[in-house]
């Protein structure tokens, strides 16, 4: 059996991924059981390129610093196995260079299309009788991953998300003229960060007024009569709307659709535009929309230290649980209390995880399907905790160097 491990990582940043790949790295290098870690870039796509780069040299300040850098380190693919009982050449190429390289572990940091990817190999290491060890490691700011209580990322996102949203109700309060903010807020069909955006209302705001989640279809006549009953209390309304929200057919509000990637996501944009334009016809009054796109995947320098930290142990975990001979499983995160907040690390068979989404509980939701609940809030709060000392050159925030992404 061979003692090296490669890892990689894979769909959309976060803030803490690279949190997970610094837990990876130090555990490797603390192993009895494991030589050299090598990272490929990105992702699977890296392993059937052998394009790789020896992590188990990095030493300990870079690793500290990397788990502070937003972002992916190894950069990331969009790439969808085909099925091997239809397509094995993809299969036998990445087995191959698991032998070539004396493999013993992949670990696979993504989200639930990246699971995809570490059900098929463990699948197909199973069915060769290869004795690899494959292992998934959460991530994504939409947090729709299941089994785990929550994923790697998402707390730092929604602690961005929620400050924004502060930030724009400071912005907006300044005139003295009604006015309308929409925030546009990512997370695909999962409305998680959307409603996180609650957490930025304190006892003199109610920003945002009103929020709006992919989960409840959207009735565009129902918005203006929310909005006009909201402007007859409040002289500045903040809306927070997520990317995902569509009518009752399915049909989403945003602007535009690009084209499918490999697993049919359309990339959403412009549903916050898209209302805009409606405010300003329906109602008249002064009106801006915002769509915070990618700002709120990489803001390292307000990443939450609980997500960072988590993260770090997601990592580490999984390899001391290839060690202890596991495979085909995903790190996860379990909830013991909300307060004081307490956790504990395991694992769960991953094939129960890939490829589905979790979605936030009706019961979450208000009756009228424009706000979140107490409970939300309650799960929420505890993951946006902590700062994290940033590192700043310049007056400008310094991140480990990425030249090997750059071209
Ligand atoms: O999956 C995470 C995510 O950030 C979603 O919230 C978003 O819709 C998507 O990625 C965007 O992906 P891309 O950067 O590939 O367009």
């Not at 790295?25 to 494991?34: G, L, M, P, R, T």
């Not at 870079?62 to 085909?82: D, N, V």
Request: charged share 25%.
């Amino acid at each position: 059996m061979g003692k090296n491990c490669i890892v990689a990582q894979s769909g959309g940043p976060t803030a803490a991924i690279n949190a997970s790949l610094a837990g990876v790295i130090s555990a490797v290098k603390a192993s009895e059981n494991y030589d050299k870690l090598y990272g490929a870039i990105h992702g699977i796509q890296g392993v059937l390129r052998k394009n790789f780069m020896e992590l188990s040299v990095l030493d300990e300040d870079f690793i500290e610093r990397l788990s502070a850098t937003p972002a992916m380190y190894l950069g990331s693919c969009r790439f969808k196995l085909p099925d091997y009982k239809e397509d094995e050449q993809p299969y036998k190429d990445i087995f191959g260079v698991f032998e070539e390289y004396d493999i013993s572990a992949f670990f696979y940091i993504g989200g639930n299309d990246s699971m995809d990817t570490v059900a098929k190999l463990s699948a197909y290491a199973k069915k060769i009788g290869s004795n690899v060890k494959i292992a998934g490691i959460p991530k994504t700011i939409d947090n729709d991953l299941l089994v785990t209580d929550h994923t790697p990322g998402f707390g730092s996102a929604a602690k961005y998300i929620a400050s924004s949203i502060r930030e724009i109700a400071y912005d907006t309060y300044i005139y003295d003229v009604k006015s309308v903010t929409i925030v546009e807020i990512m997370g695909r069909d999962a409305g998680w960060l959307t409603a996180s955006a609650a957490l930025s209302r304190n006892e003199f705001s109610m920003a945002p007024h009103l929020i709006y989640l992919p989960e409840v279809s959207f009735d565009k006549e129902q918005f203006i009569v929310d909005l006009k009953r909201e402007l007859e209390k409040h002289k500045n309304i903040i809306v927070a709307v997520s990317e995902g929200i569509h009518d009752k057919d399915g049909n989403y509000i945003a602007a535009s659709t690009a084209k499918e990637d490999k697993f049919g996501h359309a990339q959403l944009s412009g549903a916050g535009k898209a209302l805009e334009y409606l405010v300003k016809e329906e109602i008249g009054v002064k009106v801006r929309s915002v769509e915070i796109n990618v700002l709120q995947r990489a803001a390292g320098h307000m990443a939450s230290k609980t997500d960072l930290e988590e993260s770090i142990n997601l990592g580490s975990s999984a390899v001391s649980y290839t060690e202890a001979g596991e495979t085909g499983f995903m790190t996860v995160i379990r909830r013991l209390s909300d307060e004081p907040y307490t956790y504990e690390i395991g694992y769960a068979d991953v094939s129960k995880i890939a490829n589905e989404a979790k979605s936030v509980p009706v019961s979450w939701i208000n009756e009228a399907g424009n706000d979140i609940t107490g409970e939300l809030i309650k799960y929420v709060r505890p993951l946006v905790e902590g700062e994290v000392d940033g590192y700043y050159k310049d007056g400008i925030v310094e991140y480990v160097p990425i030249p090997h992404l750059v071209k």
